[in-house]
T-cell receptor, first 112, second 118 residues
C-alpha cells in the first residue's frame, strides 16, 4: 500500500518561532490532510487540500498540496504554547475513497 | 457539530477477557465508521471499516475473529477485543464519516480509548 514519509520526527523550538514540516509519498494522493493530536486525544483536522498546487491557510497555519501530488508541507507561524502536540499528515489512498493513510507524525515541543 | 464520542476512555483488563469499546456519532448519522489502533509514539493504523447493517471490512493482517465489529445503527459502532492479551494494549481510535462519498475530510475522530491488558 501507499506510505507517507513525514519529517522531521520531532522539533524543539522557542515560542514565537515559525515551524515547517513536510510529507512525501512515492505515489500520488488525491487528497492531503493535516491533523493535530494532543496527548490522549484523537486527531483533529487542521487543513484539507484537494488540488495540486493548492495553498490553504487556517489562521497561523498554511499548507500546500505539491504540484506532483506526492508531497505537502505545513507551516506554523509565530508558534505559541498551545501548538505543542503531534502533527500528522495524511492522504486519501488512490481507489479507496474513505481510507486515510497517516504519516508517522511530527512531535512539536516548545522550549520555555 | 460533528462530535464523536468513545466509551470507555480507558480500560484495564486481565489477559484472556474481552473488552467492548463503543463509538458514537452524537449529532450526525454515520453509515461508515472506522477503527484505528495507535501504539505509543506511532502513527494511526486503520484496522477496519464498519458499515451500518453489513459486515466490517478488515485491513490486511487484522484478525476479524479477534476484533469483532458491530455497526448496528447509524450512530453506534462497537469494537470488541476478544481474549485480550498484553500485546493488544494500545490506543484505539474510531472515526465516523458524515454523509456518503465525498472527501475523507468528513471523517471525524473520537477521543480514543486506551486499553491496558495485564
Amino acid at each position: 500500500g501507499q506510505q507517507l514519509n513525514q519529517s522531521p520526527q520531532s522539533m524543539f523550538i522557542q515560542e514565537g518561532e515559525d515551524v515547517s514540516m513536510n510529507c512525501t509519498s512515492s505515489s500520488i494522493f488525491n487528497t492531503w490532510l493535516w491533523y493535530k493530536q494532543d496527548p490522549g486525544e484523537g486527531p483533529v483536522l487542521l487543513i484539507a487540500l484537494y488540488k495540486a498546487g493548492e495553498l490553504t491557510s487556517n489562521g497561523r497555519l498554511t499548507a500546500q498540496f505539491g504540484i506532483t501530488r506526492k508531497d505537502s508541507f505545513l507551516n506554523i507561524s509565530a508558534s505559541i504554547p498551545s501548538d505543542v502536540g503531534i502533527y500528522f499528515c495524511a492522504g486519501q489512498e488512490m481507489n479507496r475513497d474513505d481510507k486515510i493513510i497517516f504519516g508517522k507524525g511530527t512531535r512539536l515541543h516548545i522550549l520555555p | 457539530g460533528a462530535v464523536v464520542s468513545q466509551h470507555p476512555s480507558w480500560v484495564i483488563c486481565k489477559s484472556g477477557t474481552s473488552v467492548k469499546i463503543e463509538c458514537r456519532s452524537l449529532d450526525f448519522q454515520a453509515t461508515t465508521m472506522f477503527w484505528y489502533r495507535q501504539f505509543p509514539k506511532q502513527s494511526l493504523m486503520l484496522m477496519a471499516t464498519s458499515n451500518e447493517g453489513s459486515k466490517a471490512t478488515y485491513e490486511q493482517g487484522v484478525e476479524k475473529d479477534k476484533f469483532l465489529i458491530n455497526h448496528a445503527s447509524l450512530t453506534l459502532s462497537t469494537l470488541t477485543v476478544t481474549s485480550a492479551h498484553p500485546e493488544d494494549s494500545s490506543f484505539y481510535i474510531c472515526s465516523a464519516k458524515r454523509g456518503v462519498g465525498g472527501s475523507p475530510a468528513t471523517q471525524y475522530f473520537g477521543p480514543g480509548t486506551r486499553l491496558l491488558v495485564l
